[in-house]
């Protein structure tokens, strides 16, 4: 055990002292601060456009566009006021909520010219005109067409579409509002026919004495556990995904420099690696451990702004408490982490340099984002029957067991998947001690490796 633990200190060490390692960690909570803050930053500064309605002797086209505009802003503060009520939220700061609007970044003007060749100008940025927050150039023309059957959208920006959008929308609903005027109905009718719709809430059902307790109402309550188990399986192939670069260009490192040879005089093969692979673990589990510290404290200084926050991380908390997805989840991630990282351990034993290792990359790419399409299946549908079969499989078992958890899977299928797990994970260790012997210790490579196999292969044609 005094041995692993050497190795382990001393590979830990080799890593967190180099500067590169303490930039990698800082890098990612600081782009998304910077990232957050430009999103925030691009989306209060984004420039309030004018537009312009030419439609001679009528503002029925532009009174449309303009109901569109309030009818989004309507909804935009119902959702507001919804998500403060889930929440929790003090009857003052679910006012603020409710009452909170966005400013308005299209705004309509007078047109200064009634022709396409008028406006041009003002279109081209040559003229502004005069509006709420000064002179600009006119960003938007909606012309009625000579046949009057289109509304034409003419603007010098062909990035910015979100007016056409809208305009588009509020066109639509203009249209129904007309049909429904010649029908003789009024323009509320199909408001009213939705209204009138039943509504489809989500229940759930539980035993009767739990039912009785909890309620039958579909909460946050109910869908953490999937959340946390699909987090859980994501910080495994977040894990795997880390190792490849330290294990594969730190095992090269040492075999060019021959400090294998000096390290096994002291230490024996199977100490070597486990001390190895545990300082590897170590390493992405402080990168890991510094993100979530950096995530808990954002959340702690969200909790303290916004009242309410604290109900809904709750669940969550709640549901990671849970032994029946905790216990599982572990063994797991421990299976997998072992049964992953022996694998690159032992590939990065017969590379001799880069060039080499690269090549090895993209089947390990190929290898990892194969269990990342099967995490998304799953986590879009746990009881899909490709989930099911690919659960069996060792390489999927360690991320598709822990999403499966909170589905309640028979308990034989859980011990059944996790002790082919673990005999996986035996024998991928053993046959990964072996191959790292033979290019830690006797120096053997890529292509020594594939001629063994061609042997294996060739022995067994001629047997048959």
């Known amino acids: 055990m005094r041995n692993i633990l050497l190795i382990f200190r001393r590979d830990y060490l080799g890593y967190v002292k180099a500067w590169g390692f303490w930039l990698s960690l800082a ?14 930053f691009a989306a209060q500064s984004s420039p309030v456009r004018y537009y312009a309605v030419v ?41 603020q909520i409710a009452s909170s609007q966005a400013d308005r970044k299209f705004i309509r003007v007078p047109a200064p010219a009634d022709t396409i060749d008028g406006l041009r100008p003002y279109l081209l940025g040559e003229k502004t005109v005069s509006g709420p927050v000064g002179d600009k150039p006119l960003f938007a023309a909606l012309v009625l067409s000579h046949e009057k059957d289109e509304l034409e959208y003419w603007s010098d920006d062909v990035n910015v579409t979100q007016l056409r959008y809208l305009t588009e929308d509020a066109m639509l609903r203009l249209a129904r509002r007309e ?51 699909g987090g859980l399986a994501y910080f495994l192939w977040l894990m ?62 969200i909790a303290s702004q916004v009242p309410g926050t604290g109900s809904l991380i709750a ?25 992953y990282g022996v694998i690159f351990m032992a590939l990065g034993s017969l590379c001799d340099t880069i060039q080499e290792a690269q090549t090895l990359l993209s089947p390990m790419m190929i ?19 490709i989930v099911d079969i690919a659960s069996w499989i060792p390489f999927f078992t360690p991320f598709l067991l822990i999403l499966r958890m909170p589905q309640d ?11 082919i797990m673990a005999a996986t994970t035996a024998l991928v260790l053993w046959g990964a001690t072996k191959v790292y012997r033979a290019g830690a210790v006797h120096g053997a490579g890529i292509g020594d490796m594939g001629s063994a196999f061609k042997r294996m292969i060739g022995l067994k044609g001629k047997a048959a």
């Open 240 to 301: 795997v995904f880390s190792i490849i670069q330290y294990l594969l260009m730190g095992t090269i490192e040492e075999r060019s420099n021959k400090i294998f040879d000096t390290l096994l005089t002291s230490v024996k093969l199977p100490q070597l690696l486990a001390g190895k692979l545990l300082a590897v673990f170590a390493v992405t589990s402080t990168m890991m451990i510094s993100w979530g510290l950096f995530a808990f404290v954002g959340a702690s200084v």
């Open 367 to 385: 290898l990892l984002m194969l269990p990342m399409f099967a995490i998304f299946i799953a986590f879009q549908d746990p009881g899909s029957p």
């Open 55 to 95: 439609e001679p002797g009528s503002t029925l086209y532009a009174d449309a566009i303009e109901a569109e505009f309030q009818r989004r802003e309507e909804a935009d503060r119902e959702t507001a006021s919804e998500l403060a009520a889930q929440m929790d939220m003090t009857d003052q700061a679910s006012a």
């Open 315 to 339: 669940p969550f908390l709640s549901a990671l408490a849970n032994p029946t997805i905790i216990v599982p989840g572990l063994i797991s991630f421990l299976l997998g982490y072992v049964m």
């Open 27 to 40: 890098a990612v909570p600081f782009f998304m601060i910077i990232g957050g803050s430009l999103a925030g």
């Open 409 to 419: 899977p028979p308990m034989w299928e859980i011990l059944a998947q996790m002790g």
């Open 179 to 229: 049909a429904l005027k010649d029908a003789g109905l009024g323009e509320d009718f199909l408001q009213t026919v939705d209204d009138s719709a039943f509504k489809v809430p989500a229940k759930r059902i539980r035993p009767v004495a739990e039912q009785s307790e909890a309620g039958a109402d579909v909460t946050m309550a109910d869908r953490a556990p999937m959340f946390v188990a």
